[in-house]
């Protein structure tokens, strides 16, 4: 179950757009959950989620995987891999803004990120085709299980 979908990106930004895509293409699906699109500011993200049971959070990442590779996360696990750490293309990485909830107690009762590999980031970039594909696998996911929690 997820109660909670923050998409994390910048509109012009090409395969930056990825979290924001997910939460467009949630939102056309009519989507029954909080959606929640972010510019990745580490305290907005925190105070998002601190009062969610689960929450699913969607940035495009580069850690050198071939582009348009989905990682999952479930930041129970631990510590996060260096891949979330200041490899965002925001200027506070999502594992500094995870880690930072941690030690405040403020994580969310689960929390997962789904990291989209990208590589096309500069200003005026379309959204790579390999990227756009691994969005509309997410959102698919993301809807079953949404519609699993919903049954």
Do not use: C, K
Not at 21 to 29: K, N, P
Not at 75 to 96: K, Y
Not at 99 to 117: H, S
């Amino acid at each position: 179950m997820v109660d909670v979908v923050i998409g994390v990106g910048n509109e012009i930004r090409g395969d930056d757009r990825a979290g924001l895509a997910v939460i467009d293409s949630l939102a056309a699906a009519g989507a029954s959950v909080r959606l929640v699109r972010s510019d990745g500011d580490p305290l907005e993200m925190i105070d998002t989620w601190q009062d969610a049971d689960s929450v699913a959070l969607v940035d495009a990442v580069t850690s050198g995987s071939v582009v348009g590779t989905i990682h999952r996360l479930d930041v129970d696990d631990g510590p996060l891999p260096a891949l979330l750490a200041s490899r965002s293309t925001h200027l506070f990485g999502i594992g500094e803004a995870v880690e930072l909830a941690r030690q405040l107690g403020r994580l969310p009762g689960a929390l997962v990120i789904y990291g989209i590999e990208g590589a096309a980031f500069a200003p005026g970039t379309e959204m790579g085709a390999s990227v756009a594909e691994s969005v509309s696998v997410v959102a698919g996911e993301l809807e079953a299980l949404m519609e699993a929690a919903d049954a």
